[in-house]
């Protein structure tokens, strides 16, 4: 059974960090491309940052300088490092996980972990 578990969220002041993790189970995680998506109230969910199968990342120009994505294979699990927070990060964060198999996609998901940027 595939598993994705957000943690680490909650709520920060502006400037300040948090680091989320996403433990993975049930599938074969080094072939997977892990992302991590937010969706902000009344916005459209949004994909912040990507980490291939291969070690190349990739992160939307937003976030870019700010927020790495790292994975730990051994532990099968992914990290989103966040700094320098500001109130537009504010969102629910969810973990997911693609892969092409045959022509089909293979797509998981978390349930989701709130951050909040608040003073």
């Known amino acids: 059974q595939v598993q994705l578990v957000e943690s680490g969220g909650g709520l920060v002041q502006p400037g300040g960090s948090l680091t989320l993790s996403c433990a993975a189970s049930?599938?074969?995680?080094?072939?997977?491309?892990m992302n991590w998506f937010r969706q902000a109230p009344g916005k459209e969910r949004e994909l912040v940052a990507t980490?291939?199968?291969?070690?190349?990342?990739n992160y939307a120009d937003s976030v870019k300088g700010r927020f790495t994505i790292s994975r730990d294979k051994a532990k099968t699990t992914v990290y989103l490092q966040m700094n320098s927070l500001s109130t537009e990060d504010t969102a629910v964060y969810y973990c997911?996980?693609?892969?092409?198999?045959?022509?089909?996609?293979?797509?998981?998901w978390g349930q989701g972990t709130q951050v909040t940027v608040s003073s």
């Open positions: 997911n996980a693609r892969h092409w198999l045959n022509g089909r996609l293979l797509d998981y």
């Open positions: 980490s291939l199968s291969s070690g190349i990342t």
């Open positions: 049930g599938f074969t995680f080094n072939v997977y491309n």
